[in-house]
């Protein structure tokens, strides 16, 4: 692969036959990621705005294409950690984005709560600590104006703008709390993503394995209370989360009230994302988007999304 090839490669996106630049296409992409900073640095010098135009379109499709192989590798991995699960799920939009930025301002939040942390303190105290830490000294809110955006599916933005979706909030929420040993994970409540505070002193984070054990929480370790991260990180019961359910008109179900492990998070976050498309009008992201859910095994499914006028508020 050499930078001469490339270049002309580049000019031939140009050609009047579509036969041809549809074979130069095949044949840039064909090369992966790798060919990438050889196009960016030819493009510095090819002046022709369609052939810079034409270029960035076969970007888009190598960095797709490359993410759909990383989704791929995720799905196939034991752990599907929930971090990079959302960070790839930002790569769509943000291809160049380091992991660690995020890890930063995580670490940052979680930094901020553990100095005022006590070991010897009530689990609901300790909920306090980081409510406070969460929303009064970094300002998290629920993005209440711009609800349907794509912006609240992606994590980097969500942590830049300090406004997000359920869904997202509570993963930030999450990955701080666990950050700090702290039981806390999703729950996939109809219509409203929402965390469960679970038992501390039947739970070793240290050994336990969210993905492979459902039912040990139902059993075994008990959900003490549950916080809607959309709303200032407010407390709840499992009974105001069955009246909620109810007013919804949605046929209750057990798992509700149970975690859920990280590929349904991550299946979720997709799910938004994709209808926050076609609320935008941009049916090509979306069909996109739905492909990657595809690869993960699981189409969309309405009755699973959080982007609805009707916000759980109690």
Known sequence: METTEIKSLLLLLDDTDAE????VEKKLISFGIDVLPLIENELAEIKDENVNDLANDVVSKIN??????DFQTWFDSTEKDLLNGVYLVAKYKYPNLLKTDICEAIEKIKLNAWLEMRHDITAFEKVKILNY??????????????????????????LDTKKGNPIMLCIIYMLVAQ????????INLPQ???????EEDKMDLSTFDLNKSKKIFAENRGVLFYINAFHKGGVFTKTSLEQFVKQMQIQSNPIYYLPCDNLSIVKRVLRNL???????????????????????GEPPL?????????????
């Open 179 to 186: 950050n700090l040993k702290l039981p806390v994970f999703g």
């Open 133 to 158: 830490t969460f929303y009064n000294i970094h300002g998290f809110s629920g993005n209440v104006d711009n609800y349907q955006s794509s912006a609240n599916s992606f994590i980097n933005e969500v």
């Open 302 to 314: 309405d009755h699973f999304t959080d982007v609805t006028d009707s916000n759980f508020d109690e």
């Open 20 to 23: 041809v630049v549809s074979l």
């Open 192 to 198: 409203h993503f929402m965390l469960a505070f679970l």
């Open 64 to 69: 797709y294409k490359q993410l759909l192989i």
């Open 274 to 296: 994709a209808t926050s498309f076609k609320y935008e009008e941009d049916k090509f992201k979306a069909n996109q988007v739905y492909d990657i859910l595809y690869l993960l």
